[in-house]
T-cell receptor, first 114, second 111 residues
């Protein structure tokens, strides 16, 4: 299994500012993903973080709002830009197991935008 | 697209058995996952089914019927610590390895 850490674990931010969330994995992985989980809701995929190329975004999510970096096979960042209260959510980093039969999740970053 | 349906909430008694159902509609099928998520924590992997039948893993079992678009997670000898949200996730065929998650079933185990 993969051990995933995220920083920060939580933050309270002002409207209009940006926050960058870091995700670190203890082993090299091919697939890394960013999810959002709003209160009482399930997981919504934001994008797939591709190493060495632009992220692949899901419908409803754009690069200007959620820029993603993936400089190597163990690290990725997600930035939530120009935040509004609607961005208050838990943001989770995830990776696929080697057989892609499992998916592991980081502890999440709890974001509150005032 | 995909549509995944599971009950919003269930309650059960400690020591009992509970079955959490999940029905899905998808264009092609390439696996179904169950995850457990305790409040304030990340989801943890429980099971993966890609063929019809029952997969048993300790107190937890997962069943799949592809023809019916149906799965269930069976929890035996319930413990208080089993109180959590249980997420059903389905992966469609066609190249993407990314599953789509249902809204989750909140299970409350009481003494």
């Amino acid at each position: 299994s993969a051990v995933i850490s995220q920083k920060p674990s939580r933050d309270i931010c002002q409207r209009g500012t940006s926050l960058t969330i870091q995700c670190q994995v203890d082993s090299q992985v091919t697939m890394m993903f960013w999810y959002r989980q709003q209160p009482g809701q399930s997981l919504t995929l934001i994008a797939t973080a591709n190493q060495g190329s632009e992220a692949t975004y899901e419908s409803g999510f754009v690069i200007d709002k959620f820029p993603i970096s993936r400089p190597n096979l163990t690290f990725s960042t997600l930035t939530v830009s120009n935040m509004s209260p609607e961005d208050s959510s838990i943001y989770l980093c995830s990776v696929s197991g080697t057989g892609q039969e499992t998916q592991y999740f980081g502890p999440g970053t709890r974001l509150l935008v005032l | 697209g995909q549509n995944i349906d599971q009950p919003t909430e269930m309650t059960a008694t400690e020591g009992a058995i509970v079955q959490i159902n999940c029905t899905y509609q998808t264009s092609g099928f390439n696996g179904l996952f169950w995850y457990q998520q305790h409040a304030g924590e990340a989801p943890t992997f429980l099971s993966y089914n890609v063929l019809d039948g029952l997969e048993e893993k300790g107190r937890f079992s997962s069943f799949l019927s592809r023809s019916k678009g149906y799965s269930y997670l069976l929890l035996k000898e319930l413990q208080m610590k089993d109180s959590a949200s249980y997420l059903c996730a389905v992966r469609a065929s066609g190249g993407s390895y990314i599953p789509t998650f249902g809204r989750g079933t909140s299970l409350i185990v009481h003494p």
